[in-house]
C-alpha cells in the first residue's frame, strides 16, 4: 500500500476495495475499474506523488 495515497501499488486499490470485491455485483466492480482507472491516470500525469515520495 502506497503511505501517500492508500492506494494498492499493484492493482491501484484501496484496502476496503479489495476486501469487498468478492462482494460487488458486476456493477459494482465496473465502477471500481473505472476509478482504479482514474487514480492511474493521476499517478501517470505526476498529479500524484508516488510511493516512496517521487514524482
Known sequence: MSTITGWCEGCYRT???IR????F???GKQTILEVIEDRRREIASGRL???GGTA
Open 15 to 17: 484496502i476496503d476495495e
Open 20 to 23: 469487498a470485491w468478492r462482494r
Open 25 to 27: 455485483d458486476d456493477d
Open 49 to 51: 506523488a508516488r510511493a
